[in-house]
């Protein structure tokens, strides 16, 4: 008799966060790539997922539960899971049907997956809608869940620590988006967004504001008159203010260029054509543009944390953030080479494919 995992697919359907929509899409076609002889996998879906089957090649079937999004997410932290539970279960997000089931003698599992700490420790960055769910959801998995997958062991330790979860913590880290790439029609983009030739590039996605002021502190040992700071990912309305951050550090407006949230293919673009990727902050969460940035193989320059530590490695340069500007002058000069060489290396070691083994190797321990 065969093995069905079922993936909750809520992020294909109604995507609330399109980093997470990524990992989703490229987690379930890797998971379905690599299943094991005699498995296979399937999608539990809310309702609106009429795409969903014919989007993943190899995907056995599409499990509807006749909720919109909204409607699971609200009932799914009160234990309502309807007809949903039971078999082998595996989430990328806290959204999954987290009740009582049966593992000894059903082989029943939930596994779900935390990639931030923002809920306790990020106000900025999570609304507080958000920070309410998760917090509800991660005291769901605590009693419920089989294993909890996180993406570094940073974040593994403040689980363990705070969260009660013991043995059942699994540290399995995520990768770029497959679609990351830069495309035939990069000069295009470049242009359509008004790019300079030579840059420094601030990505601040879901980045507080003292992070952003530093990241750019450090990016200003980049400017020159030929280099300026191009900002990615900035809030809607948030220009003005960073421009004032630019300032404060010493770069001139004519050399400070913002832009709000790109899709991957523009944000490729962009990173790719940079001279240097700066990071600034200590956030117990998994840094997608870091990520992304190695995959590219741009020198990177970030705060020396214990997640940049754990995922950048000797793939970069990492410092106290009073050290990021003379690391980003260097990055820009004699060891622009060298660091291009030590990124893309880094890069290779995460993969959807690597991610989906684990994924597998952990139901079967279970």
Not at 114 to 138: G, N, P
Not at 200 to 226: F, K, N, Q, S, Y
Request: charged share 20%; aromatic share 4%.
């Amino acid at each position: 008799m065969g093995v069905t995992l079922r993936f909750v697919a809520d992020q294909l359907v109604a995507p609330t966060d399109n980093d997470l929509a990524h990992a989703s899409g490229d987690l379930l076609q890797a998971l379905i790539a690599s299943a094991p002889r005699g498995c296979d996998v399937a999608a539990i879906a809310p309702s609106g997922d009429e795409h969903l089957a014919s989007s993943f090649s190899g995907l056995r079937e599409v499990q509807p539960i006749g909720l919109a999004r909204r409607e699971l997410a609200a009932s799914w932290p009160l234990g309502i899971a309807g007809t949903v539970g039971g078999g082998l279960i595996h989430s990328a997000s806290l959204m999954a049907p987290l009740v009582r089931h049966d593992r000894a003698n059903r082989g029943d599992q939930t596994v779900v997956t935390l990639w931030d700490y923002d809920a306790w420790e990020s106000k900025s960055s999570i609304s507080k809608t958000q920070r309410l769910w998760t917090r509800a959801m991660l005291k769901r998995a605590a009693k419920h869940a089989d294993a909890i997958v996180v993406p570094t062991f940073a974040l593994a330790a403040k689980l363990h620590d705070l969260h009660g979860f013991g043995e059942r913590i699994r540290v399995i880290a995520g990768a770029a988006p497959s679609h990351f790439v830069v495309t035939s029609d990069n000069a295009a983009r470049l242009r359509d967004l008004n790019i300079p030739a030579s840059f420094v590039v601030v990505p601040v996605d879901r980045v507080p504001e003292e992070d952003i002021a530093d990241a750019l502190a450090g990016a200003a040992g980049g400017v020159t008159a030929e280099r300026d700071v191009v900002v990615v990912g900035a809030a809607e309305g948030a220009e003005p203010r960073i421009a004032e951050l630019a300032a404060a550090v010493g770069i001139p407006e004519r050399h400070i260029h913002v832009r709000g949230v790109l899709d991957a293919p523009d944000r490729a673009a962009v990173m790719a054509k940079a001279d240097v990727a700066v990071f600034a902050g200590s956030r117990v969460a998994w840094p997608w543009r870091i990520i992304e940035a190695l995959r590219l193989g741009i020198p990177v320059v970030a705060t020396d944390s214990a997640v940049h530590r754990e995922v950048i490695g000797d793939g970069g340069m990492l410092g106290a953030n009073a050290d990021l500007k003379d690391a980003v002058a260097h990055a820009v000069g004699a060891e622009g080479e060298r660091l291009r060489v030590l990124s893309n290396d880094r890069g290779r070691a995460y993969s959807w494919q690597s991610a989906a083994e684990q994924v597998w190797q952990l139901h079967a321990e279970l």
